[in-house]
Nanobody
Framework: QVQLVESGGGLVQPGGSLRLSCAGS????????IGWFRQAPGKEREGISCIMSGDRSIWYSPSVKGRFTISRDNAKNTVYLQMNSLESEDTAVYYCAAAKGGGLYYAWYEYDYWGQGTQVTVSS
């Protein structure tokens, strides 16, 4: 059974950091493109980062570039999103997703598997 499970969300003060994890089971994440998305209340789901299969390339949206870092640990079949210098505008439910194509994908409809999401709240 293919499954993605996010963890690591929580409440953090502005300027703080969190590391989100996306653990895969039933398939090998290294063979897939993995994307991170977020959705704030009343807003559309936004793609914020993607790492290609084989780590050939990485993309960040302008809203997070320079603050967030995506990485893989193939031994743990896990992808991470390190989030630094968090702002209130980063408050959202964060999702990871896997795409069979393995390329660099920006849109939610290009992904095949999704996790359940983890809440990130940035507030003082």
């Amino acid at each position: 059974q293919v499954q993605l499970v996010e963890s690591g969300g929580g409440l953090v003060q502005p300027g703080g950091s969190l590391r989100l994890s996306c653990a895969g089971s039933g398939f090998t994440l290294a063979n897939y493109a993995i994307g991170w998305f977020r959705q704030a209340p009343g807003k559309e789901r936004e793609g914020i980062s993607c790492i290609m299969s084989g780590d050939r390339s990485i993309w960040y949206s302008p809203s997070v570039k320079g603050r967030f870092t995506i990485s893989r640990d193939n031994a743990k079949n896990t992808v991470y999103l390190q989030m630094n210098s968090l702002e209130s505008e980063d408050t959202a439910v964060y999702y990871c997703a896997a795409a069979k194509g393995g390329g660099l994908y920006y849109a939610w409809y290009e992904y095949d598997y999704w996790g359940q999401g983890t809440q990130v709240t940035v507030s003082s």
